[in-house]
């Protein structure tokens, strides 16, 4: 591909579409680098202790809440209310999801978040007594 521009996105350029080629893809980086760290911020979900994830596996038996997945290396543990958003590593805030679900949920999460607090809360509060955070 031949260009002849000499100005090329507000950067000169030599007219060589080499050179056009790297500044093609440094924006293209730029803007990549960005999206990024843009997705990162919103859809938030840091790991949990582990201590605690295998308290949450054996309270929702290792289960995706949505599609009834099975197994540790299936599903994650989610936070209802972010930890970005004051959310915090207890029972009531946590529920076992599996990855495809979790992206779901992560896509909308005002949507599912009071769904999502009732079951936890209702499995912490059978769960109470047989085991202790
Ligand atoms: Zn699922
Ligand atoms: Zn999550």
């Known amino acids: 591909m031949r260009d002849e521009y000499g100005v090329y996105r507000n ?8 050179c056009k080629e790297i500044i093609d893809s ?7 680098r960005k999206k990024e760290s843009k997705k990162a911020k919103g859809v938030l979900h840091r790991g949990v202790r582990s201590r605690v994830r295998n308290r949450i596996l054996r ?9 009834g997945l099975r ?9 209802i209310v972010p930890v970005s958003e004051g959310g915090k590593d207890i029972g009531e805030n946590l529920i076992t999801i599996c ?17 999502l607090l ?4 209702r499995r912490e509060n059978e769960h109470s007594g047989r085991e202790k955070l």
């Open 11 to 18: 950067k000169t350029f030599c007219g060589d579409s080499r």
């Open 26 to 32: 440094r924006k293209f980086d730029r803007n990549r």
């Open 59 to 67: 309270r929702d038996n290792a289960e995706c809440v949505f599609c």
């Open 71 to 79: 197994g540790p290396g299936n599903v994650q543990i989610h936070h």
């Open 99 to 115: 990855s495809d679900d979790h992206n779901m949920v992560h896509l909308d999460m005002d949507r599912y978040e009071k769904f």
């Open 118 to 121: 009732e079951i936890a809360i």
